[in-house]
């Protein structure tokens, strides 16, 4: 459980978007994933975390900064060989059917036939496709891409998975359904890293989390670390001048009822300073509450606090 | 890999539809020329080599346009290479397959023409030659457009290759233009232009199926290997171009 499955260094990506332009994806990230974890990047479209993903499997060159797997340098194609990868809306070779696609794949990771074959029943099996695996993939449906998706990243049993959002496009209950596999997998000793924009879902089956938010990582840690963090505070006090009003509004989630306005903070600095700011415009604080902030709720604080910084 | 990637290339709706239009077209004028008494058999084999180096070239160009990046976006892409095989080997798999893909198709309008002429337009060897080089060409032409697949998007490709295509086929005529026309600008572009393309006039060696000009196979080794050179610089260019790009 102590070693390290992978770790990330420093990592910065940008694009040219136009003469002179560039945006930065991946801002000085780092990150470290522990064998036989399950960990979460949840943030955000466009946080930069497929970015991430796609350099990892070697898809895009990072700007700056390194990535190993299992102490490997990433750039090695033959890391590859450890790893299985989910991408994002997967798409494969339709006219093949589930089996074929299994058997195709394990091709390229050198496994004899007999072997592939084996393992290609168990996996079918395992993502509840064993009825649909002589169908071609251009009849299966969004959810079977998905499942045979994952299928395939698992045909060289790797020590690395990456799925990139597993359960985008899925219906609740299909999506409840994906990440029943991915907890089987997880409890059968893998190294997984997901993405997801579905915060509390996601983050409850994994045992650590990062958020990430254009493209630096935010907040990490275990997920009851992250929600211990979450003991946040709610002040609620009645003030004249609403100019004040706008600059707290801007970093906190807020709301006003009957001239009373409730304030939630993540944290007791933000209510020292709000309280400061509250009395030193003339307003009177009214009361001062604890409140156990969801793992959603402080992802919420966290992108509002990171948009107005 | 290039296994696939031929069951793949003959399922391409697009591909198809121009090959049966080549069938079509192939078979009906030969179907007229024997209708017609009196065709000398060298025209009916000039008129078919020149449609099978005209639609054999469409094939190439489109195949060697979309086999890469594809109609359905860049996620086939996304887990082909996220397997462990390096990009070089996936150009080097993709031109295999999609070679074997045309060369079937190649046959079957040869099968076409025999269908509907009889097997004696086969009976000399300067047609075998013709149909060699003929491949040779399309190969060289499929090869051009996947290393130019790598750096344009699909239709830029397709205009880029079929421009390509055509000034190789008359690059003889752009050396003459170079050096006689006045103005220098037009006569600077058609040397480039003669340096710089492949003479794919070399492969069609249909004057000499007409005037029944035997070709000699130091001439034929000569003209393969010259396609062989082109190939391997195009697919080395793709490759180099496919590994250093971000996807």
Known sequence: MGDVALRIENLTKEYKISKGERVRALDSLNLQVNAGTMFGLLGPQGAGKSTLLKILVGLSKPTKGRTLIFGREQRDWRTRARIGFLTQEPCFCDFLTGEELLLHTGRFFGIPPEESSKRAEELLSLVGLEEAKSRKIKDYSREMLQRIGIARALINDPELLLLDEPEAGLDPRNQKEIRGIITALSGRGKTILLTSSHLVETGSICDSVAIIYQGRVTRRGRLTELLRKGEGKKVTFRIEKKGVLNTINASYRSEEANGQITVHVPHQKACDEIISTVLSRGGSIIRVEDEQLSLEEIYQEEILRETHV | ?247
């Open chain 2, 1 to 247: 890999m290039a296994k696939v990637t031929c069951r793949e290339t003959l399922r391409k709706k697009p591909l198809i539809i121009l090959f049966i239009a080549s069938l079509i077209f192939i078979g009906s004028a030969q179907l007229f020329f024997l209708l017609k008494a009196g065709i000398p058999l060298k025209t009916m084999q000039a008129v078919w080599l020149k449609s099978l180096i005209g639609f054999s070239t469409l094939l190439a160009v489109y195949l060697g346009a979309c086999l890469l990046f594809a109609e359905e976006g860049k996620n086939k892409l996304y887990s082909l290479l996220s397997l462990p095989v390096r990009r070089g080997e996936i150009v080097i798999g993709k031109f295999i397959g999609g070679a074997v893909a045309l060369l079937l198709l190649l046959l079957l309008m040869g099968i076409v023409f025999i269908a509907v002429t009889g097997l004696k337009q086969f009976s000399s060897l300067l047609i075998w030659q013709a149909v060699l080089l003929a491949s040779w060409e399309m190969l060289l032409v499929f090869s051009l457009s996947l290393m130019l697949s790598t750096l344009a998007t699909p239709l830029l490709n397709i205009s880029l290759s079929l421009f390509v295509s055509l000034a190789g086929n008359i690059s003889a005529s752009l050396k003459f233009l170079g050096n006689q026309i006045d103005n220098l600008v037009v006569s600077f572009l058609a040397k480039i232009f003669y340096y710089f393309v492949p003479h794919l006039h070399r492969f069609d060696i249909t004057s000499n199926v007409i005037a029944g000009e035997e070709v000699t196979f130091s001439l034929i080794w000569k003209d393969l290997a010259y396609g062989f050179y082109y190939m391997a610089l195009f697919l080395t260019i793709g490759i180099i171009l496919f590994s250093r790009k971000e996807l």
